[in-house]
């Protein structure tokens, strides 16, 4: 369930292709994306499926980053958590994420197990560990994190990310699908830029 990276990320003295250029590259269905959705959204939307427990999403999370900042304003970014990996605690990160993002606190908590998970080593074994975790690096009281774990709005959150997998078919992270219809192949760029470039095409169709 690990996706294979594929592409390497080239610097930008050694590759310079501007996200200006998409028009020049044909992309092709079945070679730089595949239909996942009859229809698109009727909104701009990227999602980027991932879980805490895959290591090419931790190393992919600065490329992420820069996704979302170079089409902020034009498409909503969505970040989806999936409980395809790590056993119980799939699902439970699952919930913990949703509880920080209904604190808005969820990009610091993105942040923060993945440094813990992947390059300290802290790998969370029980829900006590997450409200540890809360506490330690969000300032969230165990108390009020049990509650918020357990509430219906996180409940509701975690099924919507649940349903995104199924009608999708995610069976592999990390995974980009742009209007809820196209997924990107991510192996058939080579760069940063070229990956922008494909995104933006895609936002472009129907």
């Known amino acids: ?3 294979k990276l594929a592409f390497v990320l080239l610097s930008a003295a050694v590759f310079t292709l501007s996200a200006g250029s998409a028009a020049a590259v044909e992309y092709k269905e079945g070679v730089n994306y595949q239909i996942r959705a009859e229809k698109a959204l009727d909104h701009k939307e ?5 879980s805490f427990w895959c290591g090419h999403c931790f190393g992919l999370q600065s490329t992420f ?7 902020k304003g034009q498409a909503e970014y969505v970040k989806n958590p999936v409980g395809l ?6 699902p439970l990160s699952q919930q913990a994420f949703a509880a920080a993002k209904m604190l808005n606190l969820d990009a610091e908590f993105t942040a923060g197990l993945f440094d813990e998970m992947h390059v300290q080593g802290k790998i969370p074994h029980s829900e006590k560990d997450f409200a540890a975790f809360f506490g330690r690096e969000l300032g969230i009281p165990e108390d009020k994190f049990e509650r918020d774990l ?10 919507d990310y649940d349903a995104a997998v199924d ?9 980009l699908l742009v209007n809820g219809r196209y997924l990107v192949t991510m192996e058939s760029v080579n760069s940063e830029d070229e990956l ?8 472009t169709l129907n």
């Open 1 to 3: 369930m690990f996706k």
């Open 46 to 50: 990227i999602r980027e499926f991932f």
């Open 65 to 71: 980053h820069k996704i979302e900042a170079h089409f």
């Open 85 to 90: 990996l790590g056993g119980a605690m799939g």
């Open 150 to 159: 357990r509430s219906f709005p996180v409940a509701g959150m975690v099924s």
């Open 167 to 175: 009608k999708y078919q995610i069976d592999a992270v990390p995974e």
């Open 196 to 203: 922008i470039d494909l995104i933006a095409y895609l936002l």
